[in-house]
Antibody
Framework: QVQLVESGGGLVKPGGSLRLSCAAS????????MTWIRQAPGKGLEWLSY????????YYADSVKGRFTISRDNTKKSLYLQMNNLRAEDAAIYYC??????????WGQGTLVTVSS | DVVMTQSPLSLPVTLGQPASISCTSS???????????LSWFLQRPGQSPRRLLY???NRDSGVPDRFSGSGSGTDFTLQISRVEAEDVGIYYC??????????FGGGTKVEI
């Protein structure tokens, strides 16, 4: 069955960096766009970034452009999110998802990022 | 940018009774290819979201047929024909028509 397993979350100080990872299995990873979506405590869902299967197409939401970098390694079936210059408002659960036919089919369990001094 | 608006924000329901959630987009969600990329998700308490419907009305595998979707253009509806206890949670609509953005509605909390 399909599994998306995020890791790398934790406590970081404002201005710090963190790298999230997502290990995928159960589907043809290299075929799909992949995204990162986050959910601040008690809030709704916010799309952050996506990357095409061959990494040739990458987009970011304005809220993270210039600070976050999405990447993938198809040989490892892994998705990454490098987060720099973190702010208090970046505190959230970060989800890894695929995109198939312009919709999100699978979600990971999420990894929690806390930004606090 | 496309804005997705859901109503109501909170929906008290009665077991066995129908329920309905509305989702409105600021722009038409019909793609130039004729397909409307509107999806619905349910996030149960303490869980990740799970997709229920895609392309307006297509149910995902394992989704009970009491869930149905309808609508076109800018106005969409998720209907539950007879609410069951496991349907409690927050429902989100999402548009996938207007790339590069994937935009979610603010969510509707369904509680018994």
């Amino acid at each position: 069955q399909v599994q998306l397993v995020e890791s790398g979350g934790g406590l970081v100080k404002p201005g710090g960096s963190l790298r999230l990872s997502c290990a995928a299995s159960g589907f043809t990873f290299s075929d799909d766009f992949m995204t990162w979506i986050r959910q601040a405590p008690g809030k709704g869902l916010e799309w952050l970034s996506y990357i095409s299967g061959d990494s040739s197409i990458i987009y970011y939401a304005d809220s993270v452009k210039g600070r976050f970098t999405i990447s993938r390694d198809n040989t490892k079936k892994s998705l990454y999110l490098q987060m720099n210059n973190l702010r208090a408002e970046d505190a959230a659960i970060y989800y890894c998802t695929n995109v198939a036919d312009s919709s999100i089919e699978y979600w990971g369990q999420g990894t929690l990022v806390t930004v606090s001094s | 940018d496309v804005v997705m608006t859901q109503s109501p924000l909170s929906l008290p329901v009665t077991l066995g009774q129908p329920a309905s959630i509305s989702c409105t987009s600021s722009q038409s969600l019909q793609h130039s290819n004729g397909i409307t990329y509107l999806s619905w998700f349910l996030q149960r308490p303490g869980q990740s979201p799970r997709r229920l419907l895609y392309k307006v009305s297509n149910r995902d595998s394992g989704v009970p047929d009491r869930f149905s979707g309808s609508g076109s253009g800018t106005d969409f509806t998720l209907q539950i024909s007879r609410v069951e206890a496991e349907d409690v949670g927050i429902y989100y609509c999402m548009q996938g028509t207007h790339w590069p953005q994937l935009t979610f509605g603010g969510g509707t909390k369904v509680e018994i």
